[in-house]
């Protein structure tokens, strides 16, 4: 990012739009590779683009310690003869539905 | 985790009937759904609810899945609807728009240098699982983003959806999909940016005796 003043320029700005698509290889290479020569040489970019990864990496990895419930019986029940009986509609529906 | 390929064959033996697969299919959705309902609605009690009428919609409209490939977003989609009918008020603010140049970061020049004012995220701890405080601030981030970044947020990078399959849950364009999570991600990098810079120096009144 090489600010004029304080904001960063243009191009960094321009970037700034693309960072997460390209950090998921979802841009077209010649995109791609015009924002991977430019980081490479603007240091502050650098700076930026890691702690975005890394923020990203900790939501990925976010520990979900919260487990629902054991599932009431009652309930499993209610599950299982939903499903018994949408088997049982579409074994009784005519062929090709 | 379970691979994707086996929720799509558990998918598979459902609709061929094969009832052993219930269980595992009960087992594998449901402590998935909960943990994203929790996070997309804040309460248990709803998520707990939630699952449990996912579940039910699910299979009562299994025959209704034209391609077992598509299980997982078509399960996400019911849960997303059930979440959104739990609304409260607190977690489903109206919709607020995240513009991109309120994350861009200032720099400063130091000694012909630009430096961007940021955290050092060099000392954040080199773990894979984080603990205590940064724990709180992140799931407290991720809690706060208005509701259409946070479920893409939630279905990219927590349950690690395809950008394709999150469209399909929520009905938008890969385009909005790929626009909503930059935003979303760029908020919460922004709030653990705040939370890893150092405090100030200056000492709070109370704290002069």
Not at chain 2, 29 to 49: N, P, V, W
Not at chain 2, 86 to 94: E, G, I, L, N, Q
Not at chain 2, 100 to 127: K, M, N, V
Not at chain 2, 143 to 172: F, G, H, K, N
Request: charged share 30%.
């Amino acid at each position: 990012m090489h600010p004029e003043s304080s904001n960063p320029s243009k191009e960094c700005q321009e970037m700034f739009a693309l960072l997460s698509q390209y950090l998921d290889e979802e841009l077209p290479p010649e995109t791609c590779e015009q924002i991977r020569s430019h980081i490479s040489g603007c240091a502050p970019c650098v700076e930026f683009v890691n702690s975005l990864k890394r923020s990203i990496e900790l939501v990925r990895n976010i520990e979900r310690e919260e487990q629902p419930a054991p599932l009431p019986a009652a309930i499993r029940e209610e599950l299982k003869a939903a499903y018994k009986k949408m088997l049982s509609v579409r074994r009784g529906a005519p062929a090709g539905c | 985790m379970v691979s994707a390929s086996l929720e799509v064959e558990l998918a598979r033996d459902l609709l061929a009937g094969k009832e052993e697969a219930f269980d595992r299919f009960v087992e594998t959705f449901r402590t998935k759904i909960f943990q994203y309902s929790y996070l997309m609605c804040g309460h248990r009690e709803d998520a707990e609810e939630v699952s449990q009428e996912t579940l039910l919609r699910v299979f009562e409209s299994f025959g209704q899945l034209r391609e077992p490939e598509r299980v997982k977003s078509w399960v996400f989609r019911i849960a997303r609807n059930a979440c959104l009918m739990k609304r409260r008020k607190s977690v489903f603010a109206p919709a607020q728009e995240l513009s991109l140049e309120q994350f861009l970061p200032r720099a400063d020049h130091e000694g012909g240098e630009i430096r961007l004012q940021i955290a050092d995220w060099s000392a954040l701890p080199d773990t894979q699982v984080l603990r205590g405080e940064l724990r709180q601030v992140l799931n407290q981030a991720i809690a706060e983003l208005p509701e259409i970044y946070r479920s893409v947020m939630l279905l990219r990078d927590v349950e690690e959806l395809t950008t394709d399959e999150t469209a399909e849950v929520l009905e938008v364009s890969t385009e909005v999909v790929k626009t909503r999570l930059h935003r979303a991600r760029l908020a919460v990098r922004q709030k653990l940016d705040d939370y890893l810079r150092p405090a100030p120096r200056e000492e709070a009144p109370a704290a002069r005796k």
